[in-house]
Nanobody
Framework: QVQLVESGGGLVQAGGSLRLSCAAS????????MGWFRQAPGKEREFVAA????????SYADSVEGRFTISRDNAGNSVYLQMNSLKPEDTAAYFC????????????????????WGQGTRVTVSS
């Protein structure tokens, strides 16, 4: 079992930065691939970024490529999303997700692939 708690959301002006954190409980974090998703009001949940077990492999949605960076600290049971050059269209609730994996190299970009979800943290970007 993995429990996930996101933090770091808030209100920021366009062009600003935020760093989201996701703290994971349980021993399975070090065997879990992790991801960030977001859901804007009235829209479906969408993939943002994913990272494999070691943190050496990452994937990003085209809309955030070059602006967002996902990273993880396995010793600290945490995953992060550094968000730079924020745009109003980045406004959404951001969710951390985890999936236990046996492959060292795998990451996942589909929400259905994940087993555990946090409650989300809201990000609002003003123009």
């Amino acid at each position: 079992q993995v429990q996930l708690v996101e933090s770091g959301g808030g209100l920021v002006q366009a062009g600003g930065s935020l760093r989201l954190s996701c703290a994971a409980s349980g021993r399975t974090f070090s065997s879990a691939a992790m991801g960030w998703f977001r859901q804007a009001p009235g829209k479906e949940r969408e993939f943002v970024a994913a990272i494999n077990l070691s943190g050496g492999r990452t994937s990003y949605a085209d809309s955030v490529e070059g602006r967002f960076t996902i990273s993880r600290d396995n010793a600290g049971n945490s995953v992060y999303l550094q968000m730079n050059s924020l745009k109003p269209e980045d406004t959404a609730a951001y969710f951390c997700a985890a999936r236990r994996v046996s492959s060292y190299y795998t990451y996942y970009t589909q929400s259905d692939d994940y087993d555990y979800w946090g409650q989300g943290t809201r990000v609002t970007v003003s123009s």
